[in-house]
């Protein structure tokens, strides 16, 4: 099974719309992240927001916000008043722990921005 | 604070070549990963050190790549021989124990083999 799964390969918004890029993940750890990462065509990844599996608060950061539904398991990222700048390949990863020590991140496949006039 | 350096930037090789790339991760991160990106595809971990440790290699081909960390900060990964499967781009990463800060990458390393 899939450890994270992107089940948008592309998106488009009109800018200065919300819009909501789903992920939804698979582990049996109670304790794990949630990470989001935002990669433009320049190839770098960039980190954008956090979430604990025992933060009780959605995490924010700006205008990004991760609606993270845990029985669900599902951690959804939220990008309010899109911007063209927002335009660019969204990762989803989780972070678990290794069994001798340490933790692992693994990525989904990705979902494509593309925010228009 | 300086992010972590990655070089070189691009690689053109022919295929049974050799390639070596570089990675200097964000001092004090004791953490370093090495992933690979094919296009199209999100990055897949090829090594983990944790220092100058191996903490998982699992899905290195260790017929052709290898990476070492030398005293624990500079890492190179290697290929050799190169093959077209290889074409992709190499990310570096580094992390402190706190994970929630999240992992740092450096710009990567395209490679294409021809």
């Known amino acids: 099974a899939q450890k994270i799964t992107q089940t948008q390969p592309g998106m488009f918004v009109q800018e200065k719309e919300a819009v909501t890029l789903d992920c939804t993940y698979d582990t049996s750890d109670q304790s794990y992240g949630l990470f989001w990462y935002k990669q433009p065509s320049s190839g770098e990844m960039i980190f954008l927001i956090y979430q604990g599996s025992y933060d009780e608060q959605n995490a924010t950061e700006g205008r990004y916000s991760l609606n993270f539904q845990k029985a669900r398991k599902s951690a959804n990222l939220v990008i309010s008043a899109s911007q063209l700048g927002d335009s660019a390949m969204y990762f989803c990863?989780?972070?678990?722990?290794?069994?001798?020590?340490?933790?692992?991140?693994?990525f989904g496949t990705g979902t494509q921005l593309k925010v228009e006039l | 604070e300086a992010g972590v350096a990655q070089s070189p930037r691009y690689k053109i090789i022919e295929k049974r070549q050799s390639v070596a790339f570089w990675c200097n991760p964000i001092s004090g991160h004791a953490t370093l990963y090495w992933y690979q990106q094919i296009l199209g595809q999100g990055p897949k971990l090829l090594i983990q050190f944790q220092n100058n440790g191996v903490v998982d290699d699992s899905q290195l081909p260790k017929d052709r790549f290898s990476a070492e960390r030398l005293k624990g900060v500079d890492s190179t990964l290697k290929i050799q021989p190169a093959k077209l499967e290889d074409s992709a781009v190499y990310l570096c990463?580094?992390?402190?124990?706190?994970?929630?800060?999240?992992?740092?990458f450096g710009s990567g390393t395209r490679l294409t083999v021809v």
């Open positions: 990863a989780m972070r678990e722990p290794r069994p001798g020590g340490g933790n692992k991140l693994t």
């Open positions: 990463a580094s992390s402190l124990e706190d994970w929630s800060y999240g992992y740092t």
